[in-house]
């Protein structure tokens, strides 16, 4: 029997509004700006996506897009395009949404607040998807940057705000240099969260005993440590897994499509999600990340499924919400399995 992959339910905690915005959308802002498209680019080749193996290159892009997003309406259009073109349209129920402040240079905090809330509005108001901001540190910025990031989060805070991430070359800025900026945010009540691509498998410890983080984004190299992975099994750590983009970057394998480290977290028992990362960046969407894991590993659709439910279970909504997240999945699944 075929896996109608794009009308499963999926749960959406690892996806970044820089790295979703379309590539017509980046040329028009461009345009709107003034801002020269890079090499003369146009729409099909805007994202060289064989290039993005190579993080920096991939982080060039990713600037570029995120210079072309000056005023509140830009936020507002590429969150409402993130979450319904690269969202709804592929089963996605609810997304936690990075969105990264310093990703913007010179554009207020207010502001991109303000578009991606209106975004979120007029999305769950067209398609009924929810979601939640998660707001995320540059590690490549200082330890000062990091915490004038937290001190806006708390000075304007809203309840679309649940938490803040840790993004960036993991290389460049070791978690332990953020750990007055993540402190400060857990005795705000904020949730915490840090991408850990490469390692090594130490960098998990700081992520768990001093920053404070329930999640872990990518964090493939749990299984090279067996302490460590009984550890997180113990503790319950949530993984939030992305595919194609971490095959193509090289994280959860050796580029050859095999996802060895993804199977071996999950042979392993540990929570892992699903999610598609920087859809348009690397040529995916939340339907194929899906797809690509059932023609690579077998997964069959009551494992796909799984990965939904436990990102519900570890998605930063209150109790009721969740309850109600729960209850939608459930009314999907008998919809989208037939």
């Known amino acids: 029997m075929s896996i109608p992959f794009a009308t499963l339910p999926k ?23 003034g801002v020269p498209a890079p090499d003369g680019r146009g729409a099909h080749d805007l994202y060289d996506i064989d290039s993005h193996e190579d993080l920096d290159e991939f982080l060039r892009v990713y600037d570029l897009v995120g210079r072309v997003m000056r005023d509140a309406d830009d936020f507002r259009r590429t969150t409402y395009e993130s979450l319904t073109t690269l969202g709804a349209e592929h089963g996605v129920l ?121 999640r872990v984004d990518h964090g493939y190299h749990v ?22 983009s971490s095959d193509i970057g090289r994280y959860s394998g050796s580029g050859n499509g095999k996802h060895e480290k993804i199977a071996a977290m999950v042979e392993a028992g540990l929570r892992v999600t699903i999610d598609s990362d920087d859809p348009p960046m690397f040529g995916t969407d939340p339907t194929n990340d899906f797809r690509i894991l059932h023609e690579a590993l077998g997964y069959d659709t009551e494992q796909l499924l799984a990965f939904t439910r436990t990102a519900v279970d570890g998605c930063w909504l209150d109790e009721s919400d969740k309850a109600a997240l729960r209850s939608a999945v459930a009314d999907r699944m008998s919809v989208g399995t037939g």
Do not use: W
Not at 101 to 125: F, Q
């Open 223 to 244: 299984v090279d440590d067996p302490d460590m992975t009984a550890r997180c099994l113990d503790a319950g750590i949530v993984f939030t897994c992305t595919p194609v």
């Open 94 to 214: 609810y997304r936690e949404i990075f969105v990264s402040p310093p990703s913007h240079p010179g554009v207020a905090y207010r502001t991109i607040l303000d578009g991606v809330r209106a975004g979120m509005r007029e999305a769950k108001a067209d398609t009924g998807i929810d979601s939640r901001i998660i707001m995320a540190i540059n590690r490549e910025d200082t330890p000062a940057a990091a915490f004038d990031l937290v001190e806006q989060v708390i000075a304007h805070r809203c309840d679309e705000v649940v938490g803040i991430g840790l993004d960036y070359a993991e290389i460049h800025g070791p978690p332990g240099l953020f750990h007055e900026a993540f402190a400060r945010a857990g005795r705000a009540g904020l949730r915490r969260t840090a991408h850990s691509e490469s390692g090594p498998p130490g960098n998990l410890a700081i992520l768990l005993d001093v920053l404070g983080c329930t």
């Open 11 to 33: 749960v959406s905690l690892h996806c970044h509004l820089t790295g979703s915005v379309l590539p017509g959308t980046v040329l028009e802002l461009a345009r709107k700006h």
